[in-house]
């Protein structure tokens, strides 16, 4: 059964740090790319990030760039969403989900239907 769970979302004060972990199972994260999404009251499911398989390149939104990072532990099935200088305008329910494909599209990196499998989401919220 495959299955991702996000967990480490939290209470932080702009400008401060959060680290979100994707855990999979079911599946090896390897043989797929792995994109966070965001989602505030309110608004549209937005991607944040991408990052391939294997070799790890990754993409970002214009919106995060500079503050965010991607990575991934293949060997712990996990991917990572650190994500520093943290604002206000960043408080949404975060998703991780994965792709079938390989890489992450250069283009479209975020069309929510090219994703097949999604967690259930951990809440970031950024307040003083």
């Known amino acids: 059964q495959v299955q991702l769970v996000e967990s480490g979302g939290g209470l932080v004060q702009p400008g401060g740090s959060l680290r979100l972990s994707c855990a999979a199972s079911?599946?090896?994260?390897?043989?797929?790319?792995i994109g966070w999404f965001r989602q505030a009251p309110g608004k549209e499911r937005e991607g944040v990030s991408c990052?391939?398989?294997?070799?790890?390149?990754?993409v970002y939104a214009d919106s995060v760039k500079g503050r965010f990072t991607i990575s991934r532990d293949n060997a712990k099935n996990t991917v990572y969403l650190q994500m520093n200088s943290l604002k206000p305008e960043d408080t949404a329910l975060y998703y991780c989900?994965?792709?079938?494909?390989?890489?992450?599209?250069?283009?479209?990196?975020?069309?929510?239907?090219?994703?097949?499998?999604w967690g259930q989401g951990t809440q970031v919220t950024v307040s003083s």
């Open positions: 989900a994965t792709t079938p494909s390989y890489y992450c599209s250069i283009y479209t990196p975020f069309i929510l239907r090219t994703y097949d499998y």
């Open positions: 079911g599946f090896t994260l390897d043989r797929r790319a």
């Open positions: 990052i391939s398989s294997s070799e790890g390149s990754a």
